[in-house]
């Protein structure tokens, strides 16, 4: 199931810390997303990026950011100002004009 | 924004019998709308998917259906097996092809086969 991985697979954040999430993809995709799973809520989408050097907020970016200074990476920093941080994270990407997204194996951060 | 609604949020049902979850989406321009498989510590992948100008879909026990003037769209397993067992999310989205496509998911439906 290589292709878009994941690191850490669990990860915790202490008080006022700020923590980066990694999702490399070796697919050659275009666009790459962020989801947040908390229990009976769905995923939701965080931010998104169809190309180098951009990216949009998704549905729930307040307390993130991201990158993307190359195709291949989207990192995902949960920064302070996320009040509520604990849930597990997936990282998505997909090539462009394509609709099923491939999902990495995801990153449960918990607070300390 | 799109709001997607899923019922029933859990399901269980004997081996061999019909498993339905139903989803229902606000955005009448929502275009395209997939099930991912969730199976417990894995990744979702996606099992099956239709678009609007599509009644239903079937692939061997997996089928969904769409009725867009009702805006819902449900998904049917039939001759269930213990491995259908997992967390089953629907999704819409109206992208246009061009570009990414922005999902929105339902709550998610735990479905357990019992043997």
């Known amino acids: 199931d290589g292709g878009i991985t994941q690191s850490p697979k669990y990860l915790f954040r202490k008080e006022g810390q700020n923590v980066t999430l990694s999702c490399e993809q070796n697919?050659?995709?275009?666009?790459m997303y962020w989801y947040r799973q908390d229990p009976g809520q769905g995923l939701r989408l965080i931010y998104y990026s169809q190309i180098v050097n951009d990216f949009q907020k998704g549905d729930i970016a307040e307390g993130y950011s991201v990158s993307r200074e190359k195709k291949e990476s989207f990192p995902l920093t949960v920064t302070s100002a996320q009040k509520n941080p604990t849930a597990f994270y997936l990282c998505?990407?997909?090539?462009?004009?394509?609709?099923?997204?491939?999902f990495g194996s995801g990153t449960q951060l918990s607070v300390l | 924004g799109e709001n997607v609604e899923q019922h029933p949020s859990t399901l269980s049902v004997q081996e061999g019998d019909s498993a339905v979850i139903k989803c229902t989406y606000s955005d009448s321009a929502s275009n395209y709308f997939p099930w991912y498989k969730q199976e417990l510590g894995k990744r979702p992948q996606l099992i099956i998917d239709?678009?609007?100008?599509?009644g239903e879909k079937k692939d061997q026990r997996i089928a969904v259906t769409l009725n867009k003037t009702a805006k819902h769209f449900s998904l049917h397993i039939t001759e269930t097996q213990p491995e259908d067992s997992a967390v089953y999310f629907c999704?819409?989205?109206?992208?246009?092809?061009?570009?990414?496509?922005?999902?929105?998911f339902g709550k998610g439906t735990k479905l357990s086969v019992i043997p």
């Open positions: 697919l050659n995709h275009d666009a």
């Open positions: 999704a819409a989205s109206r992208g246009s092809g061009a570009g990414s496509y922005q999902l929105t």
């Open positions: 239709i678009r609007s100008n599509v």
């Open positions: 998505a990407s997909t090539p462009m004009g394509v609709e099923k997204l491939f």
